[in-house]
């Protein structure tokens, strides 16, 4: 072992993260290299301080976050059923504007599958609340958003 | 004689589950909307959380409030979690995700457009019943711990301050475990590099902390 790898080995040793192997290793290496012998006093002490500075206890400030956060999905919950009754108009208005193009589309000569995607327009936006919006910033999944898509864009 | 001691089981309290209803059971209710069962994932784990995100941001309230987003994301995400792996390590990666990219914008905004963030700027807390001694030591330990680049000191943090085992680290921060050995490594050399150098301890000849990048073993 060189000196390069023992500082390495050094570093792991006194948080007592090396394999019994490695450590037998190490101190093989540190019976006789004076230098290293310095560097592992130095390492030890380092590694005292940090040990030393953790013993402040942490205590949070509110027994538990549960209460408020229960409250904010709950608040969540409350917005989505009007999500739904939105949702609900969407689809309507979606199916309205299918069955429109499917009438017009009889009365013309084009084919009925060349029309439906005006109808996906007023879709999907309407069911999200604004909380939603600035709450999911993640692409977490979203349960309502995209089932009034679907009966004009299953037409094709 | 110099010893060397070997490696101990870890003391862990964080990632192992608690006796009753499997996290995995939890879960599987949560996401079928059962919230009661979310809240005893909250009950188990907001603490150990919160203890964790406070050693990155010093400041109670800041801490709470990540922890409560931390809960919040992990929920929407729920249809996600890979139910074969464990709980504990993917919520608290997130949370250390969420807690180091609030630090990022922290320090990317600067002082100046405080009122953009709807986080409020908080001072560290003050560590009231500690003895001038210990206060004094955290805060220069704090000091050199700033100093270490963000990779290393997040394991050091975890490792050496919460006493995360090298694999939990591993599982949190999703990288091979050898790169978290590294890491700590890293970090445990910078910390006594820094820290010689601002308490005037005489460095051995051969001892810099290392500049090449690290290798993905
Ligand atoms: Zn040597």
Redesign the interface.
Known sequence: MN??TA???M??????????VE?QE??GH??GCS??????E??R???A????????E?????D???P???N???EREVESPRGEFNGWFAALAVTAACVLVFVFSQESSFPVASQPRTGSVTGGTMVISPADLR??T?S??QKEEVRPNRPCNSAP | MMTILEPQSQIDESLHEPSGSSDARLVEAARHGDQAAYGELVLRYEQRLTRVIYRFVHNMETAEDLTQETFLKVYDRLGQFDSSRRFGPWLFRIGVNLTLDYLRRKKRRGRWSLFTDRWKERAPDPPVADPRKALDLQQEVQKVLQMIPENYRTVLTLRDLENFSTSEIAAVLHRKEATIRWRLAEARHRFQYYWGKRHGTVLPENFTPSESAESEK
């Open positions: 000196c390069k500082q390495r080995q570093a792991l040793a006194v948080g007592e993260d090396l394999s019994p450590s190490l101190q540190l019976q230098n290293c012998q310095q560097t592992w130095q390492q002490r380092g590694f301080m940090l040990q030393r500075s953790r013993t402040q942490i205590h949070p400030k509110s538990s976050v549960w408020v956060l229960a904010r999905l709950r709450e999911r993640s977490g999944p």
